[in-house]
């Protein structure tokens, strides 16, 4: 795969040997978002990169969701797998590089590690679309209190960012699901309230809406809108219309493959809102909660780009859903869903449209990595 300069573009140097021993050090904050994310690089530098990969995880009940090896054993995919606990303790492993997953920090022995060793340091962190981040990817900086240089390393949108995550087997965007025998969702986010409204549009449908909901996610939501626990998966509810069933978690190719295979998709976090991406298909982002609305910035920064060049139609019926769910508004979400609906044609063109456009930016693993030989001295 080729990478493009711009992912090399900062304090290059001749390079005498290629790093190949890789750490990733991930803290779970809540949910399941920096586990994803974490796993994901770390599967496509070992799997499409040839790496010799560790996970150092604080949390393996959350990776265990979607890797269930994880919740045992020291191998998954061919990763190592390490408890943080373990690098508290003592850290005698030899990582070429430590990637710090969205600044979650490291241990004192692994920087203790660190200054003893040659390597690179990256922090990786939280992915954007507002502009400043092309101006910061790739820079330096020094440690506080030791003789250590980190860099910052951020996903984006553009070229002069990382990119986005991005298997070599993902296909390009294929043409729109065969319409007139009803939508199939695909819903993984967060509770909220708005999602009750999504759910009465479909109820009165003029046409089957089937959504697929995996097991515990937005429950309380659930819950409150259908009056009874969603329950464990294989359960489903009939209402009217609307046909919700409860699924099983799967791993990340069938997560993938799920959204795919659906007409829209509510997303959330990171890992599914680039997912949804790839899936090529329209689809509403549940942007993670932040606060004094610091999450509105970014909400909107996206929107920016992504509704660059979109017809009026396509724009009006995003920005009205979105802003809706947003606002966590049930009857506001409920109006807006019929322009989305009835624009849905228009709205899958873009989408492929979009995805067709990511895949032309760098690769973020392979920049990552070819980041890392330029800097490996």
Known sequence: MAVPAACVRRH??????????????????????????????????????????????????????????????????????????DAEARYDDAPDVVIEGFGCGLPAPVLDALERRRHV????????????????????????????????????????????LRERAVAAPTASLAAGQGLDVTVFTYDNAALGGLLDAWRQSASPVRVAVPEGVASATLAGWLGEAPGRAGREHQRDALALRIVEWTDQRGFDARLAASGFNLVRGEDSFVRAQWAARPFLWHIYRQDGDAHRVKLDAFLARYLAGATPVVADAVRALWAAFEREDPPATAAAWPAFAAAHGALDAHARDWAATLARLPEQAACLVEFAKKRYN
């Open 12 to 85: 290059a140097v001749t390079t005498r040997a290629s790093p190949h021993r890789y750490a990733i050090f991930c803290r779970v904050v809540d949910n399941h978002g920096d586990a994803g994310v974490c796993w994901r690089l770390a599967r496509l530098l070992a799997g499409e990169h040839g790496l010799d990969v560790t996970l150092w995880i604080d949390q393996r009940a959350a990776l265990a969701a979607f890797v269930p090896a994880a919740a045992t054993a020291h191998e998954a995919d061919g990763i190592a797998l390490r408890d943080w606990t």
């Open 121 to 164: 340091w990256l922090v990786l962190e939280y992915l954007s679309a507002e502009p400043w981040v092309d101006g910061f990817h790739g820079l330096p900086s020094p440690h506080p209190s030791r003789p250590l240089t980190r860099w910052f390393f951020f996903p984006g949108f553009t070229a002069a960012t990382g990119g986005l």
